[in-house]
């Protein structure tokens, strides 16, 4: 069987979740098994992923694991998957999943690989799985062989596809959380899609002179419905918090439209923005690296091209 852990923080799936019960699914096929999907803590619509290939989900309601704690989930997780027997267990390469694909693989005796972005092959009990090396430069392939694999899957790696119809939801228990966190608050930022998971961002760079410009970077992104980000000399700068910076040492980003204002293109940049799915790229110099990477382009001075950017973009949108 698949084990499928579904992330639903503060009781919602997020894309990650419908993604990883996609690609749990056909893992399932490819090995002739069923792919299962779990949720920890309280869950809104658990069974909506059986539109997306899980023939089951299990819920543990406990409310101890409305809040995320590593040691907690982990424990949980493997827990499941041992009473199931399942044999590949899939996570979304997610802050979540990242702090804990590495707990479930040691307490499975399981071989990983993280950050997986395209289907595995099966070569009898072997598992192959590909994912993006060197700031990706380069596709590395791994071979597991343990008895059970745990992989972790990129975001917008694959599409969430809808193939099958809402399941009923079992109810399981895993005994008491027993990490040793414990969460005193939680505050989260209202009305902003979080980088990781921004469709749209609006980014720029040193282009922009100073923090006094970035008006018309906000209100790019106000009209696209964007998230905001930028290079990181400017965030080293104090120009942008640092939560906006992308690329290599920065977060690392896949949305379907990556505007690029002010930004050269260094290779540690683009290695957290160049798997967006269509990159447009404002810039002065004509030589920029960036325009090799971008889909648009648009040879300018950013102070005279992104002002009327927006002009037309208003008008579009109101017409
Ligand atoms: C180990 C290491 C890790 C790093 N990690 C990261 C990382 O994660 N993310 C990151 O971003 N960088 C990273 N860097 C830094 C990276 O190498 C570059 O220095 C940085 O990305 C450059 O930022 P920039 O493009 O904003 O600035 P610049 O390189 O100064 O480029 C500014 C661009 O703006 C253009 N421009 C200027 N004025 C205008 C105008 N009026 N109109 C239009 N265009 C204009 C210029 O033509 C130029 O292309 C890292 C470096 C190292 C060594």
């Known amino acids: 069987m698949v084990l499928v852990f579904a992330e639903s923080p503060r009781g919602q799936f997020k894309k990650s979740a419908f993604e990883a019960v996609t690609y749990g699914k056909k893992v399932a096929e490819l090995l002739g098994t069923t792919c299962v999907a779990l949720c920890l803590g309280t869950t809104k619509d658990a069974g909506e992923l059986g539109r997306y290939g899980a023939s089951s989900v299990l819920n543990v309601a406990d409310s101890t694991f409305d809040q995320f704690d590593s040691q907690a989930f982990a424990a949980a997780i493997v827990g499941v998957a041992k009473s199931n027997g399942a044999t590949v267990v ?32 099966i070569n009898g009990n072997a598992l192959r799985a590909k994912k993006s090396v060197f700031s990706g430069k380069a596709i590395a392939e791994y071979e597991i062989t343990s008895a059970i694999k745990v992989l972790s899957l990129m975001g917008n790696a694959v599409k969430p596809e809808a193939m099958g119809s809402a399941v009923a939801v079992e109810e399981v228990s895993v005994g008491a959380a027993n990490g040793r966190i414990r969460v005193k608050s939680v505050k989260t930022q209202e009305g902003i899609v979080p980088l990781p998971e921004a469709e749209i961002v609006v980014s720029a760079g040193r282009g922009m002179k ?110």
């Open 90 to 121: 899939i996570l979304g390469h997610t802050a979540i999943g990242k702090s804990i694909a590495g707990r479930v693989a040691v307490r499975l005796n399981a071989g990983l690989v993280s950050g997986v972005n395209s289907l595995p092959t």
């Open 210 to 319: 100073g923090p006094e410009n970035w008006g018309m970077v906000e209100e790019m992104a106000s009209i696209l419905g964007a998230t905001t980000a930028c290079s990181r000399p400017v965030a080293d700068a104090h120009w942008r918090p640092h939560h906006e910076h992308v690329g290599q040492t920065g977060i690392a980003i896949r949305p379907n439209l990556y505007i690029a204002i002010g930004i050269s293109g260094a290779i540690q940049h683009l290695a957290g923005v160049n798997n967006s799915k269509v990159i447009v790229v404002i810039n002065k110099d004509a030589e920029a690296p960036f325009f090799k990477a971008a889909d648009y382009g648009v040879v300018g001075d950013l102070f005279e091209v992104v002002p009327r950017f927006n002009e037309a973009l208003k008008k579009f949108k109101a017409g």
